[in-house]
């Protein structure tokens, strides 16, 4: 496997992985433009009035009027202090909450806190999270039904790069997800896998179950295109086995799955079996998703940034059609750099998930930035091997220094409704701390604008890595 093959299995995660650069820790901030501060101040919305001889002229006096003390990031905490966050979230149908590093305590438990307090106060019923289509299928199955046990499912499905979702902190969240359920058989939470980077055995069973049932003149001709294609070995042998085919052969294969899912859309469902018939041609388009995110030109960095600009495109499309099947309001859990709404890092990833969801449902779509100043994380280092990394404080000049000097620990702040001097640092960009699955990886630090990545910032003064269950 080749050195591209390589960087894209370790891509399917995060936004930065494999090749090596300085630390975010000794990074520092290149101090923006006097022209760029001043467009970005013009441009900048409206919000609440200074007090008196200009008493919020800094940014973190600016920000600290306006934002919003979280009491603890404890799941099982009292939910009174997120009341300001459910005012800013106001009618949104997904909310994206992303995290710093994919492997912090902290960014787990918050999420888990904000999804328990949306469920019970905002009516929301969906958690997403970039994992694979089929992964979710089979959790959500535990959390409907209680089938399977949740440890094991986490265990098989969360390997290779989807390692750091099998963690102590989400066996948590799941099984108090289970725990709502079985109180409210009647009205319960989901759980959505809306990643690509692997196609189970349950979606080719349920296309199958499906033709066999609804359409079986269809299912012979099903059966010969998805031929070699279902799981026969665990999905990190899988996907590796996948990538070591000549690029040729992956390209058939995407021909093929494109072909399945042709032959049911030319039968579209009705009636009674219109819902029956929607899942099932999901399920189609989640195989075709593997296949084609596999298909690109592996051996060009070109076909790469092409990979993973569909990969965050189909994550936004699987998101947006769950949305619209079932009605729920999600929480979509991600990092910071897949939930924004401009990408951190165009030359990799030159559109990402956020900004396609702003598209597709617009203010229907809240982006949530998780930032932190200092702490802990799990991730790969340059041996690839799993490492527990610690960061001191931010930098003089980056987003989180400022970020940090505000008055409260841990906060929410919501980036829309700022006064004037918060309206124009953040609108110009600053250095952040933006750490994926490996360390250093190759976007550790970029530099944004907040307002025009994130609508609303969760800010905590420290993380600690996240207890990993393997």
């Known amino acids: 496997m080749n050195t591209y093959k390589v960087l894209l299995t370790a891509l399917l995660v995060p936004l930065g992985a494999t090749l090596v650069v300085a630390p975010a820790a000794s990074a520092a901030a290149t101090p923006a433009s006097a022209a760029a501060s001043s467009f970005a101040d013009a441009a900048a919305p409206a919000g609440p009035e200074e007090g008196a001889a200009g008493a919020f002229r800094s940014p973190e006096a600016a920000l600290g009027r306006v934002a919003h003390p979280l009491r603890t990031t404890d799941p099982s905490g009292a939910l009174a202090d997120l009341r300001p966050f459910g005012r800013m979230v106001g009618e949104a149908r997904v909310v994206g909450l992303g995290e710093a590093t994919h492997g912090s305590h902290e960014f787990f438990t918050v999420k888990h806190r904000v999804f328990r307090y949306l469920v019970e106060e905002k009516g929301f019923r969906a958690f997403a999270l970039e994992a694979p289509w089929s992964s979710g299928l089979r959790l959500d199955a535990y959390l409907l039904r209680g089938e399977g046990d949740v440890e094991q499912i986490m265990d098989e499905e969360f390997r290779g790069t989807y390692r750091w979702w099998n963690n102590a902190e989400y066996r948590g969240l799941l ?58 070995t665990d999905a990190e042998t899988y996907v590796n086995d996948y990538l070591a085919k000549p690029a040729a052969e992956r390209r058939e294969l995407a021909e ?124 790969f280092g340059p041996d690839g091997g799993v490492h527990r990394f610690t960061v001191g404080p931010a930098a003089p000049g980056t987003a989180e220094h400022t970020l940090d000097r505000v008055r409260y620990r841990d906060y929410v702040v919501d980036l829309r409704n700022t006064p004037t001097a918060a309206r124009t640092w953040l609108a110009t960009p600053h250095t952040v701390k933006n750490i994926g699955a490996a360390y250093p990886g190759i976007a550790d630090t970029p530099q944004i604008a907040l307002t025009q990545s994130h609508d609303i910032v969760i800010h905590l003064h420290q993380i600690e890595a996240a207890h990993m269950l393997k």
């Open 175 to 232: 099984q108090w997800m289970r725990a709502y359920n079985v109180e409210h058989p009647k009205d319960p939470v989901r759980f959505v896998g809306d990643d690509g980077g692997f196609a189970g055995v349950e979606l080719y069973d349920k296309v199958n179950a499906y033709a066999a049932e609804a359409r079986p003149e269809l299912a012979p001709r099903l059966a010969e295109l998805y031929r070699g294609l279902r799981p026969a």
């Open 256 to 379: 093929r799955t494109g072909r399945a899912v042709e032959l049911l859309q030319q039968r579209p469902g009705t009636g009674a079996d219109a819902d029956a018939y929607a899942w099932a041609l999901q399920h189609a388009t989640a195989i075709h998703q593997m296949t084609t995110l596999y298909a690109f030109d592996l051996d060009d960095p070109r076909g790469i940034t092409d990979a993973m600009r569909y990969r965050d495109l189909t994550m936004a499309q699987n998101v947006a059609w769950w949305q619209r099947q079932t009605g729920d309001k999600i929480v979509l859990a991600a990092h910071n750099s897949h939930v924004a709404l401009r990408t951190y890092a165009p030359a990799s990833h030159p559109k990402v998930q956020g900004e396609f969801l702003r598209e597709e449902i617009g203010d229907g779509y809240l982006s949530v930035g998780l930032t932190f100043d200092h702490g802990s994380f799990n991730a």
